[in-house]
């Protein structure tokens, strides 16, 4: 015999969520009320990173990127003469996500200042690096794309120690 039961008898763990993200985002809003002359909405702008912050956390997003690409590449590709299909899908559907995803989420920082253009050079050759790599994912088993080592060179001289492709 089926039994009727309540649909939910507990709120639905996202429902949870976003009134917890709202409840914050209230907090937040109350908290930030005051004098401070760089509120405009009632929450107060956080300063730009210095450069060992920016650096510490951009590291962090590349080192996480890049050994979930590392980890990927040791799962599909077990050979030293991959089959060129298997590396082409490598590529497109993890590869390229990953990397664009990276310089996506770098972007989200905020920069010292005065850094802001050397940053986004850094990014920019990431960026042409990675439209390289996805116009053509077989040349990955020869070489690394131009764009991605002159990111790479790019990140080091700035003062990285993870981002960059190896």
């Known amino acids: 015999m089926l039994r009727w039961r309540p649909r939910h008898r507990h709120a639905h763990p996202a429902r949870l969520r976003a009134r917890g993200l709202a409840a914050g985002a209230i907090a937040l809003a109350l908290a930030g009320c ?3 002359e760089r509120t405009t909405t009632g929450f107060t702008e956080p300063p730009p990173l210095t450069k060992a912050e920016f650096l510490q956390e951009a590291d962090r997003i590349c080192f996480a990127i890049e050994s979930q690409i590392e980890a990927s590449l040791d799962d599909f590709v077990n050979d030293d003469h991959p089959d060129p299909a298997q590396v082409r899908r490598v590529v497109e559907r993890i590869v390229v996500p990953r990397l664009r995803s990276e310089v996506q989420t770098i972007r989200l920082l905020d920069p010292p200042p005065d850094d802001a253009d050397e940053i986004e ?14 116009a053509d994912p077989e040349s990955a088993v020869d070489r690394i794309p131009a764009g991605l080592r002159e990111g ?5 001289a700035y003062g990285s120690e993870e981002c960059g492709i190896r």
Do not use: K, N, W, Y
């Open 34 to 36: 005051g004098g401070d």
């Open 121 to 134: 050079r850094i990014l920019a050759a990431t960026q042409r690096g990675t439209d390289q790599l996805e």
């Open 152 to 156: 790479e060179r790019l990140a080091r």
